[in-house]
């Protein structure tokens, strides 16, 4: 399974920005999609952004606008830039990674942001 390392988390103050990077420990070329989940305390898991390995990306409504989810295939990694951020964004974040031949399924550690005055 791709062992997958999410960086970049912290506290910021709302209206802040940070940049979450997940790092595969191999190639994502073929990794499609790749996705960026969140998990509030006593909420469900839920996607906040994805992006297919042609570049497409799609954005959960909460955070149109203001997140980006990007891939640099030559670094193995994938980002979420996430721009003015509310008290709501805070959660652990985590990166996943599907493929369906050969199977992948993999999740990272998760990387909490927090956002708050």
């Known amino acids: 399974q791709v062992q997958l390392v999410e960086s970049g988390g912290g506290l910021v103050q709302p209206g802040g920005s940070l940049r979450l990077s997940c790092a595969a420990s191999?190639?994502?070329?073929?990794?499609?999609?790749m996705d960026w989940y969140r998990q509030a305390p006593g909420k469900e898991r839920e996607l906040v952004a994805r992006?297919?390995?042609?570049?497409?990306?799609n954005y959960a409504d909460s955070v149109k606008g203001r997140f980006t989810i990007s891939r640099d295939n030559a670094k193995n990694t994938v980002y979420l830039q996430m721009n003015s951020l509310k008290p709501e964004d805070t959660a652990v974040y985590y990166c996943?990674?599907?493929?369906?031949?050969?199977?992948?399924?993999?999740w990272g550690q998760g990387t909490q942001v927090t956002v708050s005055s």
């Open positions: 996943h990674a599907y493929k369906v031949y050969p199977y992948v399924n993999s």
């Open positions: 191999e190639s994502i070329l073929s990794i499609n999609p």
């Open positions: 992006i297919a390995s042609s570049g497409t990306t």
